[in-house]
């Protein structure tokens, strides 16, 4: 059935004619709407996981609230989101990584109707609003299904759709309007110093170059005023990219400043928002969709799950190959691919069938299909063996180990030197006389006394007989040297008491 797609030139995983009328169907109606950023902190990236904190941003207004998630966050979340969960007594509840102080959170379906109640007055306060689209950025599509799989966890599906109408991904924005090659990643923080340096090369452009090399050293200066910290004080909360507060109002602040580039307006005014809601229009879709999307998640794990023989090598090597072996099972997942499916495009066309299939892949680059093409091909071949992928052997790690304490100490090579030669270039100093680290080393007092007189032996009897200057040779022969050496007895006379009874006159 592929390999028939794949003659008629439509090389997808579904129908494109059946794709194209879902997707008319899922575009965002014209109509007055509301655009929101949102961001969320997570104990993980898996669907499984729970969310930490639900932030959203407006001009006008920003909602922000801390989660108790019933799991803790694992070290990836921990070291990004700068959080914790710790354990007082019976108690369990998040604390700060930089400020080290507790952190006030409710529980998920209380911030979930907190945040359903902001949402609901903030389409109140519009006159004519048709609803809220929230904005959010980030490379793979999460946010959405999270949210909705919180909110249909407690029922609140129905009540969310009500006032939100479309999720908007501003990272498509920003690669429409860049479009530069030279950028790999499509980060807040890039775009951000991306628009930065463009905004003061267009307010500097007609000053002399000293003017504008004083405007980036003062730039950079305050950047790093903002970034590193001061006496050690470390960064605030409100400039920390890790909290989902600060990534809201930067998604939309960013998204904002693309769409108006160009233009002069006031900043945040209502001809810059409705600028800025035409040019996501294209990328938004009703929440349906994604509603859908997240019900068909499970279909795409089993998906990936039937790759796990060809990317087995993979595993076993190094983590760089194992993430490139998750993106890899993803991707062919989300465009509709499973083992079976692309076995049988091999069977039909063999190598040309697979080089066709995975070009119509437009999020790989032309060396992963290359790789990709190899490894697929290596596997379905009876005749050929699996490929494995090439691990480079760190030999600097290595050398840098073994070389490691001569270069940081040099008392570690005189020490080495002296332990095999001694201090007069022989060899019969030991080890354990060279003081170091790990031995103590004696005083100068007790080493005088030390070499003056000898070091004493143990009590025994052995040395009890050898201190009065006789020969041991067995116990017998000691108590007869002792015997021998008692003085001479002694006669002491002690008188007898008297038999003669004594009266004993009682007195009144």
Do not use: C
């Not at 005014?269 to 800025?276: D, K, P």
């Not at 072996?325 to 069977?347: C, H, M, P, Q, Y």
Request: aromatic residues 6%; proline residues 4%.
């Amino acid at each position: 059935m592929v390999a028939d797609k794949i003659d008629a030139g439509v090389i997808a995983a579904a129908d494109q004619s059946s794709s194209s009328a879902a997707a008319s169907k899922d575009e965002l109606p014209a109509g007055n709407y509301i655009l929101v950023g949102v961001d969320i902190d997570t104990t993980g990236r898996r669907l499984i996981d729970e969310i930490v904190q639900l932030a959203a941003y407006t001009p006008t207004d920003h909602f922000e609230q801390y989660i108790m998630p019933y799991m803790n966050l694992n070290p990836a979340a921990r070291q990004r989101h700068q959080v914790r969960v710790i354990s007082i007594g019976f108690y369990r509840m998040l604390k700060s990584m930089q400020t080290y102080k507790i952190i006030k959170s409710k529980s998920e379906i209380a911030a979930l109707k907190d945040f359903l109640n902001w949402l609901e007055q903030l389409n109140s306060k519009t006159a004519g609003s048709d609803g809220i689209v929230l904005l959010y950025h980030e490379e793979r599509k999460f946010i959405p299904y999270m949210i909705l799989e919180a909110l249909k966890k407690y029922g609140l599906l129905d009540r969310f759709t009500k006032t939100v109408k479309s999720f908007a991904n501003s990272l498509n924005l920003a690669k429409a309007s860049i479009g530069d090659a030279n950028v790999k990643h499509y980060s807040l923080r890039k775009l951000s110093k991306i628009l930065s340096k463009a905004k003061e090369d267009a307010s500097t452009g007609s000053g002399s170059a000293s003017e504008s090399n004083m405007a980036d050293s003062n730039s950079s200066s305050n950047i790093n005023d903002k970034r590193s910290p001061k006496n050690g004080i470390p960064f605030e909360r409100d400039q920390f990219d890790g909290n989902a507060s600060v990534r809201a109002k930067l998604a939309f602040n960013v998204a904002l400043q693309l769409v108006n580039s160009a233009r002069k307006a006031e900043p945040e005014s209502s001809e810059e928002l409705v600028n800025l809601f035409n040019a996501l229009k294209p990328f938004a879709k009703l929440v349906g969709s994604d509603i859908q999307e997240l019900d068909t998640q499970n279909e795409n794990l089993e998906r990936q799950n039937s790759f796990r023989p060809v990317f087995l090598n993979y595993f076993k090597t190094t983590l760089y190959h194992r993430v490139r072996a998750v993106k890899f099972r993803i991707v062919l997942a989300e465009n509709g691919f499973d083992l079976n499916s692309l076995n049988a495009i091999w069977t039909d066309k063999r190598t040309e069938g697979l080089d066709l299939a995975l070009q119509s892949i437009d999020s790989l680059k032309i060396e992963d299909k290359t790789e990709l093409l190899e490894l697929l091909d290596s596997f379905f071949d009876p005749n050929k063996t699996t490929i494995k992928p090439v691990v480079k052997s760190n030999n600097r790690r290595r050398n840098r180990r073994a070389s490691g304490p001569q270069a940081k100490n040099g008392a570690a090579s005189s020490r080495s030197a002296s332990a095999e030669f001694g201090a007069g270039g022989d060899k019969s100093q030991s080890v354990s006389s060279v003081p170091d680290s790990t031995t103590k080393s004696p005083s100068p007092t007790k080493a005088s006394s030390a070499a003056v007189r000898p070091q004493r032996k143990r009590n025994s009897r052995h040395s009890l007989g050898g201190a009065n200057g006789l020969k041991v040779t067995d116990a017998t022969s000691v108590k007869t040297e002792l015997n021998n050496s008692a003085p001479a007895d002694v006669t002491v006379n002690v008188p007898q008491p008297s038999t003669t009874p004594v009266a004993i006159a009682a007195s009144n």
